[in-house]
């Protein structure tokens, strides 16, 4: 599948922003999906490792690569991608009239490139008013962010993209910096092995964006595998996560609190179970009776899962099934049975529990390890 443009969400770009700022020279590992990972690059990224199990991405990336050697401006990439000359480009673009590019690329680019430019952004039917360009099922917008199904944002204005200062250190690093490309399941790689041997002083850097999603690996296995073969501090980031995994410890890097009862969250209320005062809250953005319903419908990027009811040994199987999606996860054990005085760590995914009031009523919250602020 070709991602036209990134899908991510605020917190995960916020965190690409603080890599960039830091200044701190860092190797980067990092999925190629919708390149968000543009954004992290700075004059201290040292090299740039792009791993992705979709050939089309890798195809993709490489058009991308193409189409900003070949840019003399923002503007200019602006028009190659979108087949529009822009009047201005900022936080809003003005799309002008629409310019024959492609004699242009063909003398520029590989017959592979220009093969996958057909089929993509050459192929865009763009309105101009909106600055949105469609093809077959999918829709760009190039400034703003829309995280409607099957929607890509190229958000001009921002980042690497805000201004012809950023994006000519960024065609600078991409044309300097060592790039490698690995068809792979993240899951399946040795984190040691992938990662270059670290120049003393350099940070790894891992950019995962919503690939431990259940929507794409089960099991929070990319974590798992992070934990499993990384024997070197890996910064790791995704929607969910901003930590630092060495060794199989995960230090947490942005702050973060229990969660409190304004939060909207999914209530997991099994059918032996009820609270009526909850069922009744208005927090509720859904409210499941069963595991299975849960599943079924797999999300990721949620603050929170109430579980209601439930025993200690069934709170692990519900833990172990739903991660990563949750940041946060707060069992209220069932009304009348007696709480475990400190239950243990249920699940890899989760840090153990500490003792809150939720609702009123005592609970144990279960942080998502390494789990980020917000996002």
Known sequence: MFYLGMRSSRGYLDALARIRQSGAP??????????????????????????????DTLAHWSLIRALMAESTSLADFLTLLSGHAPDSVGSHVVLGPRVDVKSRLTQAMSAADLATYDKTYGALDVDVARGVGRVAES?????????????????????????DLTF???RRQLATMPVRLEQARFEALDFDRVF???APGHQRVFLASNCESPLF??????????????????????WNRDALVSRGDVAPLTPHAPPVDGHRATLLVTSRFTFARLRRGAQWSRIVSS???????????????????????????CLTAVAPAYRSVVWIPRSGSRAPARPMAPSPSYDGAEPIVFSGRPAWWFPLRGQCASG
């Open 196 to 198: 270059p041997a670290p």
């Open 26 to 55: 860092s190797d980067i590992v990092t999925v190629a999906g919708g390149l968000a990972f543009l954004h992290a690059i700075s004059p201290a990224t040292h090299s740039l490792t792009i791993v992705d199990c979709d050939p």
């Open 168 to 170: 000519d250190m960024l």
């Open 217 to 238: 690996t089960e099991g929070d296995a990319i974590f798992l595998r992070v934990l499993q073969t990384a024997t070197q501090p890996v910064h790791y980031v995704s």
């Open 139 to 163: 829709s760009v917008g190039f400034t703003g962010t829309n995280l409607r199904r099957q929607h890509f944002n190229w958000q001009f204005g921002e980042g690497n993209l805000a201004s």
């Open 291 to 317: 595991l299975d319903e849960l599943q079924a419908t797999p999300s990721y990027g949620f603050h929170l899962l109430v579980i209601a009811g439930q025993t200690e040994h069934e709170i692990a199987g």
